[in-house]
């Protein structure tokens, strides 16, 4: 029998655990208030095993078993569901004051309530062993006295009453303080069975005992199903917060890049658009003001450079839009079928007509076509070549081939220029980087990063390479279209659009 007590003790332990858990990191006050009904069960089955072992001892007979075990049983039993119905009014008409203190000091409450609740069961046993002679007798031997009938029917009353309080709101409440209708509704059949069975020890005496502990188990495995869901969800909550915070922490790089990225770009205008504006500004002012005393080859030489100016600032334009369109992530492709002599044949019909004459094309193995966006092709190759043209005073060449899988095909512009600084080519397609400083090349460093850019976007690769002895060769790969017999598939997408969308 001991047994039994002992596994109820337990139950309600686990059971007052896990309910004020449940208060301290953010529960209802009546949660706490439950928490401490199911702590009062717990600690006077203390006093109350005790005595039952005195009772063992001394025989159904002494004082221990007709005046102080069954008091302690009334006390136990029928007490816990009184209390619970006590505690839901003490919250329901607690101060706001100090409902707001007990929310923000959520430990020191649970602290100062448990220590009452130790008080009351210390208070609550010493009474009853203290007066036990004084006290009428609830058990005659083995049997039940009038007073003890009177005792258990007052008890039943209580129980019934504070069921009746208890699930009037019921469905308000959240599921952990749901279930102790459970607990209350077996004490009423405790109660029922100990006014049946009048006598100790029997069958009716046994069955309320193991409901009342039946009700433990079934109390604490719903709590601990219910605690087992909310950790679930707070671990998925958890989940979702760090994905978010992660998908945070990228747009705030993203954001960071973002901001570096159009820094650098309003640096490199600054510097790179002074020095043009400030040759024509020069030029313009010699005509204005010396026109007069100026040669007709001197005026045709200032127009020549002002026009070379003029176009390098639309160079740097046209750049720099295509530029805003094309960083990593925002490149739209619409790729097709591009037959290489198509691509190449584009590329030298757009040139002027003294740039075409110095470039000699070879346009690779027939019917050879790649699966790239026809617009980025040209715009990438079409870089290459007036770089060339540019900066390459002898022929260029312009020539498609397969690599040596057969999967690729390889663009080449080669020149006979003066090359690149061996320790420049590592930052040759980087953004805003450029020759300038160390050779004849001008520009604000955005032709190259583009086109690795545009390249990257349709799959391919562009890379640089020294010709010796002297010259440069840029190279563009693109993997070659699956059923060459295709074509591209709108003249519109052919000839016309801006390169990145």
Same mark, same amino acid.
């Given at each position: 029998m001991l047994a039994i007590f002992v596994l109820m003790a337990a139950a309600d332990l686990l059971t007052t655990h896990l309910l004020l858990q449940q208060f301290l990191v953010g529960g209802r006050l009546a949660t706490l208030g439950l928490s401490l009904?199911?702590?009062?069960?717990?600690?006077?089955?203390?006093?109350?095993?005790?005595?039952?072992? %005195?009772?063992?001892?001394?025989?159904?007979?002494?004082?221990?078993?007709?005046?102080? =075990?069954?008091?302690?049983? @009334?006390?136990?039993?029928?007490?816990?569901? @009184?209390?619970?119905? &006590? %505690?839901?009014?003490?919250v329901a008409a607690l101060p706001a004051r100090l409902g707001r203190q007990a929310r923000t000091r959520r430990r020191a409450a649970a602290a100062i309530a448990a220590a009452l609740i130790l008080a009351l069961v210390a208070a609550v046993t010493g009474l009853v062993i203290g007066a036990a002679d004084r006290l009428p007798s609830?058990?005659?031997?083995?049997?039940?006295?009038?007073?003890?009938?009177?005792?258990?029917?007052?008890?039943?009353?209580?129980?019934a009453v504070s069921l009746l309080a208890v699930?009037?709101?019921?469905?308000?409440?959240?599921?952990?303080?749901?279930? @102790?209708?459970?607990?209350?509704?077996?004490?009423?059949?405790?109660?029922?069975?100990?006014? +049946?069975?009048? #006598?100790?020890y029997t069958l009716g005496w046994y069955a309320g005992r193991v409901a009342l502990l039946i009700s433990s188990g079934v109390v604490l495995v719903a709590l601990l199903a219910e605690t087992a869901t909310l950790y679930r969800q707070l671990s998925a909550a958890h989940h979702e917060l760090s994905r978010r915070a992660e998908h945070l922490a990228a747009a705030n790089l993203e954001l960071e890049a973002t901001g570096t990225w159009k820094s650098d770009i309003i640096a490199t205008l600054t510097h790179e658009i002074n020095q043009p504006l400030a040759v024509i500004s020069a030029y313009s002012e010699e005509l204005t003001h010396e026109w007069d005393t100026t040669t007709d080859d001197e005026r045709r030489a200032a127009v020549q450079a002002l026009g070379k100016r003029v176009d390098q600032?639309?160079?740097?334009?046209?750049?720099?839009?295509?530029?805003c369109r094309a960083e990593p992530g925002q490149i739209h492709t619409q790729p097709v079928a591009l037959p290489v002599r198509q691509?190449?044949?584009?590329?030298?019909?757009?040139?002027? /007509?003294?740039?075409? /004459?110095?470039?000699?094309?070879?346009?690779?193995?027939?019917?050879?076509?790649v699966w790239a966006d026809? @617009?980025?092709? *040209?715009?990438?190759?079409?870089?290459?070549?007036?770089?060339?043209? /540019?900066?390459?005073?002898?022929?260029?060449?312009?020539?498609?081939?397969?690599?040596?899988?057969?999967?690729?095909? $390889?663009?080449?512009?080669?020149?006979?220029g003066d090359g &690149?600084?061996?320790?420049? +080519?590592? *930052?040759?397609?980087?953004?805003?980087?450029? +020759?300038? #400083?160390?050779?004849?090349?001008t520009g604000a460093g955005f032709g $190259?990063?583009?086109? /690795?850019? =545009?390249?990257?976007?349709? *799959?391919? %690769?562009?890379?640089?390479?020294?010709?010796?002895?002297?010259?440069?060769?840029? +190279? $563009?790969r693109l993997p070659r279209a699956q059923q060459s017999s295709q074509t591209a598939a709108s003249l519109d997408l052919m000839n016309g659009e801006p390169p990145p969308q």
């Open positions: 009904a199911y702590l009062y069960s717990s600690l006077m089955m203390l006093p109350y095993v005790v005595v039952f072992a %005195q009772v063992q001892r001394w025989g159904p007979s002494s004082i221990w078993a007709e005046v102080c =075990l069954p008091w302690l049983a @009334v006390i136990l039993f029928f007490g816990f569901p @009184v209390l619970v119905a &006590v %505690q839901q009014g003490v609830l058990y005659q031997g083995d049997m039940q006295t009038t007073a003890g009938m009177w005792a258990v029917s007052a008890g039943l009353l209580a129980v699930t009037r709101d019921l469905s308000h409440r959240p599921p952990v303080e749901r279930w @102790v209708v459970v607990a209350i509704s077996a004490s009423l059949g405790a109660a029922s069975l100990h006014i +049946v069975a009048s #006598q100790r600032l639309l160079d740097m334009a046209a750049h720099l839009l295509a530029l691509a190449l044949t584009r590329v030298t019909d757009n040139l002027p /007509k003294k740039a075409r /004459k110095r470039v000699d094309a070879t346009y690779g193995p027939p019917a050879a076509a026809p @617009v980025h092709t *040209h715009e990438v190759l079409t870089n290459f070549v007036t770089n060339a043209v /540019k900066y390459s005073p002898g022929d260029i060449r312009l020539s498609a081939a397969l690599d040596d899988t057969g999967n690729d095909i $390889l663009f080449a512009v080669s020149d006979e &690149v600084p061996p320790d420049f +080519v590592a *930052h040759l397609f980087d953004r805003f980087t450029q +020759v300038g #400083q160390t050779g004849p090349r $190259l990063y583009l086109s /690795k850019l =545009l390249a990257e976007a349709n *799959h391919g %690769q562009v890379w640089y390479e020294a010709v010796v002895p002297h010259g440069s060769r840029f +190279v $563009l």
